[in-house]
């Protein structure tokens, strides 16, 4: 049987199995680029900035209720902000160290110097 041009079926579908397999070969050459799935630079940063902001803010807010229901003046609110800073750090560092490695799990223990 052939079509309006004189050529069979057969052919065109012989030339397009080939086109076929040429585009499966082509596309089992290339892999796929490897997306690393880390946080940017600044992303990071900005948790950790929040994080420290959080915990003051929070250290001010409780440290002013207990001056406002206490009647203890400014101290409250500086233990407070102490208080808020030190949790504040405690929660970067501990960020960091999960975010060392990129797996989120703590990181071993150093070794000791003997």
Do not use: C
């Amino acid at each position: 049987m052939s079509n309006l041009n004189g050529n069979s079926s057969n052919s065109d579908a012989d030339a397009l199995k080939a086109l076929s397999d040429k585009l499966e070969a082509t596309k089992k050459s290339h892999q796929e680029p490897e997306i690393q799935n880390d946080r940017s630079g600044m992303g990071a940063g900005l948790k950790y900035a929040s994080e420290f902001s959080a915990a003051i803010i929070a250290g001010a807010f409780l440290g002013y209720l207990v001056d406002k229901f206490a009647g203890t003046g400014p101290w409250g609110m500086i233990i407070g902000l102490i208080l808020g800073f030190g949790a504040g750090v405690m929660n970067v560092v501990r960020a960091a160290k999960e975010g060392m490695d990129g797996s989120g799990v703590d990181l071993p223990p150093e070794p000791d110097e003997d």
